[in-house]
């Protein structure tokens, strides 16, 4: 049979037009179909701080290690470097990255902190060496050197350690646990173990 000549008479034009609303009836549906898809899809953003070498994602309940410990990094950073100066403003610095279920604890204690600091004139600095993502646990560990400096020159050097879990709302990483430890980390024992 030549396919040509039969659609280019009259009975092969309307079944090629009955064929065509059929496929692009389908296409349409498809189409609706992948769009409640795309609606429905959480998505995943990919991120590379400068901090890291590798790319790190927050998604909208989920963050990545590479991620938290970013995040961690960041608020040792604000909790241990603390002059009276800046000690004012920390307190709303860490406030925007902290739970509902630590923002009232962690806030009142960064007030405190920051009340000793100016009345007593005392500069923190804190240098970390390391930082890393415990599987086992879900939490980020941060070691370092704390430096306390007093208004006439005295230095106070010790070890400490920050111990911080993170959850993400929405894709906004917020620090959910957090203990701070004198010394290296310890892991905190399980009345099973004791």
Request: net charge positive.
């Amino acid at each position: 049979m030549n396919w040509s000549h039969y659609f280019g008479t009259r009975q092969g034009a309307l079944n090629e037009n009955r064929i065509s609303r059929m496929i692009i009836a389908g296409l349409v549906g498809l189409a609706c179909v992948q769009g409640m898809a795309l609606l429905n899809k959480d998505t995943t953003v990919i991120l590379v701080p400068p901090t890291l070498e590798k790319e790190s994602a927050v998604g909208a309940s989920e963050a990545s290690p590479e991620t938290q410990v970013a995040w961690g990094m960041y608020l040792t950073g604000l909790l241990g470097n603390v002059t009276p100066k800046s000690a004012p403003a920390l307190r709303g610095m860490v406030q925007r990255h902290l739970s509902p279920k630590l923002y009232d604890t962690v806030s009142e204690a960064i007030g405190k902190q920051a009340k000793e600091i100016q009345d007593e004139q005392v500069s923190l600095s804190f240098n970390p060496t390391t930082a890393r993502y415990d599987i086992a646990t879900k939490f980020v560990i941060v070691t370092g050197e704390l430096t306390i400096r007093g208004l006439q020159g005295q230095e106070k050097r010790e070890i400490r350690s920050y111990e911080l879990g993170f959850k993400t709302q929405n894709y906004n990483v917020l620090l959910d646990h957090l203990r701070i430890m004198q010394g290296g980390y310890a892991p905190v024992k399980k009345k099973s173990e004791e």
